[in-house]
């Protein structure tokens, strides 16, 4: 699988320099082959700014699913909402919640909650509806695809769910609330061994550009806005040495 970081251009705009360098246009291999070319030092460098629960189950896609797999991690599908993990290949588009909680994790009639065991004592807490989270966040994938696509036939695609991805988490239910639940390991195996479909590979770089084309719409910090001017320039200099 391929870790797309969010500073790079979209293939969009690759594409177009391509063409006009060597007059035709970028085929999917040949996108495949400049992502990879661009971003196999970007995971590393700045994994420091996630958790270690997205870390790992990164770590862990990165090994297991193929390369016809493209990820981005972090990107803003709203101001002040980011989707942890979002995936998109073969087999569809993938939205992940990822979650680090330490205990046994419960909902009952829409309450979430866990039981923790500290020095010998039951310790009860509420927790943030977390499937309402992850819905929100899938809600809003839709809505960026929707007006990148008006034919809808993307929509059945879109699935995922919560990753429990602490090494203390427990949980009894592969549905929780209203989301599918599960550890990295089972969610690997949902992702790599559903129905494929050519629709979603055919258009993996296009969903790509909108999920990026939408974040780069909410940026406000600075870092991130020099960390796009800095990924025009990485962009430009390798369609140039090529």
């Known amino acids: 699988m391929i870790v797309v970081s969010k500073k790079w251009k979209n293939i969009a705009d690759a594409n177009v320099k391509f063409k006009a360098l060597v007059g035709e246009t970028l085929r999917p291999w040949e996108c495949n082959a400049l992502w990879k070319k661009t971003i196999s030092a970007e995971y590393s460098e700045y994994s420091n700014y996630m958790l270690d629960g997205e870390v790992d189950l990164i770590e862990l896609l990165m090994e297991r699913l193929p390369d016809d797999h493209l990820l981005i991690n972090n990107v803003l599908v709203r101001p002040g909402l ?3 993990v979002i995936i998109v290949g073969p087999t569809g588009i993938w939205v992940l919640e990822v979650k680090t909680w330490i205990g046994r994790i419960q909902c009952q009639d829409g309450n979430w909650s866990r039981i ?15 499937d309402k989270q992850w819905e929100e966040e899938k809600f809003l ?5 929707s007006h990148c696509f008006p034919d809808n036939k993307w929509s059945i695609g879109v699935r995922g769910g919560l990753v429990f991805a602490g090494k203390k988490t427990m949980f009894e239910r592969t549905l929780i609330g209203n989301a599918l639940c599960g550890n990295p390991d089972k969610w690997v195996d949902r992702i790599k061994y559903q129905y494929t479909d050519s629709y979603y590979e055919n258009n993996k770089y296009r969903f790509l550009d909108a999920f990026l084309e939408n974040h780069r719409s909410m940026i406000t910090k600075p870092r991130d806005m020099r960390e796009t001017e800095d990924a025009t320039t990485a962009v430009d200099s390798l369609f140039v040495s090529a």
């Open 82 to 84: 980011d989707a942890d």
């Open 116 to 130: 923790k065991y500290v020095e010998n004592q039951t310790i009860c807490e509420q927790l943030p509806p977390a």
């Open 141 to 145: 994938v839709r809505d960026v695809l």
